[in-house]
Nanobody, 113 residues
């Protein structure tokens, strides 16, 4: 199990952008699939996007065309570029090894109207 530290969240106006980073540790990072998840108050955690070790990406319908997931294996980091942010995107965003059931501490994203 890799250690995960998310950063890059903050307060942004609707229509703005943020780039989230997930710094990982462990020698197996380059061969595992990673995902970004989010959880809003009173709601279940949901998968936002994921990326395989080969670079194949998948997105939830509610972020397609707005968010981009990427990874830099040399830096052991996964990124989530978030554009055209909406108030509905407000949540704690966490990264995880896909399917592991374990997440980092998360970073708060708040989008104002």
């Amino acid at each position: 199990q890799v250690q995960l530290v998310e950063s890059g969240g903050g307060l942004v106006q609707a229509g703005g952008s943020l780039r989230l980073s997930c710094a990982a540790s462990g020698s197996i990072f380059s061969i595992i699939a990673m995902g970004w998840y989010r959880q809003a108050p009173g709601k279940q955690r949901e998968l936002v996007a994921d990326i395989t070790s080969a670079g194949t990406t998948n997105y939830a319908d509610f972020v397609k065309g707005r968010f981009t997931i990427s990874r830099d294996n040399a830096k052991k980091t996964v990124y989530l570029q978030m554009n055209s942010l909406k108030p509905e995107d407000t949540a704690v965003y966490s990264c995880s090894r896909l399917g592991s059931g374990y997440w980092g501490q998360g970073t708060q994203v708040t989008v104002s109207s």
